[in-house]
C-alpha cells in the first residue's frame, strides 16, 4: 500500500526567508506526487505535481517541489517566503491502484514577519 | 468561473439523523470523489463515482452511501450519524481516472453532530 510521511508537524520561517516542506513517500509503480495547501475551514487547493519529466515543478505562488527518486521525496520549496503562505500543506501521492490520493498528515507553516 | 461548489458549508445534525450534503460542479469532469477529513488528520477517500459507476472504498462504513443523478452533482448520504463522524467532508473531482489527474476540490462541509 502506498503512504506519505511529513515528518514536521510544524515549520516556522522568517518572512523573507526561503522555505521547505519535506515529505516522503513509498508507491508501487510510477508516482504520482502532488502538493495540496489547506487555509483554515477551506478545501484544498491545488499547487502542484509531478508526473514525470523535469524534476523540478514549478507551481502556483511562486512554489516548486524537486522529485528526488532516490530518496523518494518531494520537497516543497519557496525562495521568499510570504506571511500569506502560512498555511497547512498537504504531500500526496496517486499509484499503487487506488482510486484517490493518500495524504500525509500536513505540515503547518507558519511565516513569521 | 468553473469550479466545485458544496452546500451546506456548515451543516448541524442530531445523533442518528439522516443528513445529505451535496457537490456540484461546473468542470465537467468524470469523476466525482468524496474524502472525510477528521480534526487535524489527513483526508480519507469514502468513494468515488466514475461516471455513474460508484465505487466504494473497502473500509468505508455502510453508514455512508451517495448518489449521482447526473455529471454535475453527487450527494453523500449518512443515514444515522454518528458522533464519530463529525468531520469536514471534501468533494473533489477529475477529469479522468488517469493517476497524473489533478483533483479539484471544493470548501469542504463541516459537519457536527449533535
Known amino acids: 500500500a502506498q503512504s506519505v510521511a511529513q515528518p514536521e508537524d510544524q515549520v516556522n520561517v522568517a518572512e523573507g526567508n526561503p522555505l521547505t516542506v519535506k515529505c516522503t513517500y513509498s508507491?508501487?509503480?510510477?508516482?504520482?506526487l502532488f502538493w495540496y495547501v489547506q487555509y483554515p475551514n477551506r478545501g484544498l487547493q491545488f499547487l502542484l505535481k509531478y508526473i514525470t519529466g523535469d524534476n523540478l515543478v514549478k507551481g502556483s505562488y511562486g512554489f516548486e517541489a524537486e522529485f528526488n527518486k532516490s530518496q523518494t521525496s518531494f520537497h516543497l520549496k519557496k525562495p521568499s517566503a510570504l506571511v500569506s503562505d502560512s498555511a497547512l500543506y498537504f504531500c500526496?501521492?496517486?499509484?499503487?491502484?487506488?482510486?484517490?490520493?493518500?495524504f500525509g498528515k500536513g505540515t503547518h507553516l507558519i511565516i513569521q514577519p | 468561473d468553473a469550479m466545485v461548489i458544496q452546500n451546506p458549508r456548515y451543516q448541524v445534525t442530531q445523533f442518528g439523523k439522516p443528513v445529505t450534503l451535496s457537490c456540484s460542479q461546473t468542470?465537467?469532469?468524470?469523476?466525482m470523489y468524496w474524502y472525510q477529513q477528521k480534526s487535524s488528520q489527513a483526508p480519507k477517500l469514502l468513494f468515488h463515482?466514475?461516471?455513474?459507476?460508484?465505487?466504494n472504498e473497502a473500509d468505508t462504513p455502510d453508514n455512508f452511501q451517495s448518489r449521482r443523478p447526473n455529471t454535475s452533482f453527487c450527494f453523500l448520504d449518512i443515514r444515522s450519524p454518528g458522533l464519530g463522524d463529525a468531520a469536514m467532508y471534501l468533494c473533489a473531482t477529475s477529469r479522468e481516472k488517469l493517476y497524473q489527474e489533478t483533483q479539484y476540490f471544493g470548501p469542504g462541509t463541516r459537519l457536527l453532530v449533535l
Open positions: 468542470l465537467n469532469h468524470n469523476v
Open positions: 500526496a501521492v496517486r499509484g499503487g491502484g487506488a482510486d484517490g490520493l493518500t
Open positions: 508507491v508501487s509503480g510510477n508516482p504520482y
Open positions: 463515482y466514475y461516471d455513474k459507476d460508484f465505487n
